[in-house]
């Protein structure tokens, strides 16, 4: 899902603005409820079903708290039912609920594994995924760990509600930005000295100039010398200082070649640093080992990874003909994650001195992430054909973490005529077309007519108001009619509010929608329903719409 940051978090301001303007028995009551939306546990039965008995007694219509459920039809699927040599000794080590989807990143925090997936932050606890109160606005790349907090790094512009520019630090219970931010995205993150340390695409941390990488102490970001030329891509601390690696040729006026080292002052080249990109840093065996899309690394052929001693480089065996995007460390053994290619295995182990395939080979699969976890190894793993698994290995055994329920992501969730209704990015429901939109009754999965016909569209919000149910999202046309952005659903068709909401860039999406004092209110991007102006948000009253500037409701 794609936003436009910055004209994001002005209709976010613009929105809060507007609550702060009412008093409060108004508008923010009614968006959290005079009672708050009842817990989904509320509605299940002991085995996971949703208990639409007791939902339909109850009368309930509105929004329900689903974290830390997932939702799926019918029963899970293997990842796959090809055999491999070995495959007696796969077992299944995380049992269901699983995630849909490849993750980006991964920690462990407070005891538990924390993953990234779809830009939504979950942990694994008690024998389950469990959402981690991940109220962000975009995508996260990198987590860290520093102190107790955890740290988040993305393209984000908004944590809980809290304005943090693509970097937030969480306590377990709120979300704290770290100063201002960066201007633009995080991708790797560590701690270095009792500091956290930030890389990626800015050019900007907090209120000063700092080029890639920036060192948090607390209080205030600062720039690691001149910084880096180009995008960083993976941090490390080894020997005692820090190690960076990505696309940069020159640290300040230095040549280093897609790796260098800073030792708290200053910045120096790993010899001639390797021919092409660094994609992943690991420490293993008393080395620093960089994988990446390079074939030589000071001079000396290596495949795709390669070993820094300190001193000088070394191949390690012949590479394996790809290049790595992600290492290891599990328990002293060192494994690779390879890139999208031709063919070969996805990961490989180094038994010195070759490298040992540990998949079959797989064509269009990419590995995201490799995680030594409770001496587990924890891999992602992604097809450009939007295929994705999770997996653990823990030396001789392994397992796939898969789910089969939804094609993509669900953004949303409310009760509407007694039936649960489900809507996102996702194309299918189990084995059903469902275009963002389902409704589920109990036994079965139903489209609420044709939904969404675009793969770039999506819905975001729902609401229930005046007995009718509405969608909000990145949208010209639902069930064959044109609706800009917002629609009504009557029970059996789809019908359009007026000139819907809309803006002059290609996503001015409606992100919020809340039933108050007899009107439908909206929050998001747009800028105009027809040839009339709206900034954010706008109220229907069931034939036109009303512009909503702060503290003007």
């Known amino acids: 899902m794609r936003t436009h940051h910055g004209l994001f978090c002005f209709r976010l301001l613009m929105l809060a603005l507007l609550f702060t303007a009412i008093s409060s028995a108004g508008l923010v009551q009614a968006v959290a409820g005079d009672v708050p939306p009842p817990a989904l546990d509320s509605y299940l039965l002991p085995d996971g079903r949703v208990d639409l008995d007791a939902l339909r007694a109850a009368g309930y219509q509105g929004p329900v708290n689903f974290d830390g459920y997932r939702l799926a039809p019918g029963t899970r699927m293997p990842v796959s039912d090809a055999k491999l040599p070995g495959d007696e000794f796969w077992i299944m080590t995380f049992p269901d609920p699983t995630l849909d989807g490849s993750a980006s990143a991964a920690v462990v925090w407070d005891d538990q594994l924390v993953v990234v997936v779809s830009g ?43 304005v943090a520019n693509r970097i937030a630090r969480f306590d377990g219970q709120d979300w704290h ?13 560590t701690t270095y000295g009792g500091l956290l340390v930030a890389a990626g695409e800015f050019t900007v941390a907090g209120a000063g100039y700092a080029n890639r990488i920036a060192a948090w102490d607390g209080l205030a970001w600062s720039p690691l010398g001149d910084g880096l030329n180009d995008e960083v891509e993976a941090l490390a601390e080894y020997d005692g200082m820090l ?19 800073w030792d708290g002052d200053s910045w120096s080249a790993l010899a001639n640093g390797t021919d092409s990109d660094v994609q992943a ?40 003909g790809d290049w790595a995007t992600c290492l290891a460390d599990v328990d002293g053994v060192l494994y690779a994650g390879r890139g999208y290619s031709s063919g070969g295995a996805l990961i490989y182990r180094w038994d010195d001195p070759l490298w040992t395939p540990m998949t079959g080979e797989e064509s269009d699969l990419e590995i995201t992430v490799m995680l030594d976890y409770a001496g587990l190894l924890f891999i992602s793993a992604y097809s450009w054909d939007g295929d994705h698994g999770m997996y653990v290995f823990d030396g001789a055994e392994w397992s796939g973490l898969v789910g089969d329920g939804f094609s993509d992501s669900i953004l949303a969730m409310t009760i509407y005529d007694g039936d649960l209704i489900i809507a996102g990015e996702f194309t299918h429901a189990g084995n059903i077309a469902a275009g963002c939109i389902v409704r589920w009754d109990g036994t079965d999965w ?65 992100r919020a929608l809340v039933s108050h004092d007899g009107q439908l209110v909206a929050g998001g991007e747009f800028e105009y329903s027809g040839a009339d102006p709206m900034d954010g948000v706008a109220s229907w009253n069931g034939a036109s719409w009303t512009n909503l500037e702060a503290g003007s409701y």
């Open 281 to 320: 840093l690991a420490v293993h065996d008393g080395r620093l080992i960089a994988g990446g899309n390079f074939s030589s690394a000071g001079m000396v052929p290596a495949h795709g990874v390669a070993a820094w001693n300190g001193g000088s480089w070394s191949a390690l065996g012949g590479g394996f």
């Open 177 to 189: 930005a770290l100063g201002y931010g960066m201007n633009d995205r995080v991708e790797a993150l």
């Open 446 to 510: 139903y489209p609420l007519g044709s939904g969404l016909a675009d793969d770039d569209d999506w819905i975001v919000a729902l609401a229930v108001h005046d007995g009718q149910l509405y969608a909000g999202g990145h949208f010209s046309e639902i069930g064959g009619v044109p609706a800009r952005n917002i629609a009504c659903w009557n029970g059996s068709g789809w019908s359009a509010l007026g000139y819907g909401l809309d803006g002059y860039s290609e996503y001015s999406p409606v």
């Open 120 to 162: 939504v932050l979950y942990r694994w606890t008690n024998g389950n995924w469990e959402i981690l109160n991940a109220e962000i606005n975009g995508w996260a790349y990198a987590l860290a760990v520093h102190g107790d907090d955890l740290i988040v790094g993305g393209e984000f512009t908004i944590a809980g509600g809290v």
């Open 243 to 261: 190690y960076t690696a990505g696309d940069f040729t020159s640290a300040g006026p230095m040549i280093v070649n897609h790796i260098a080292a």
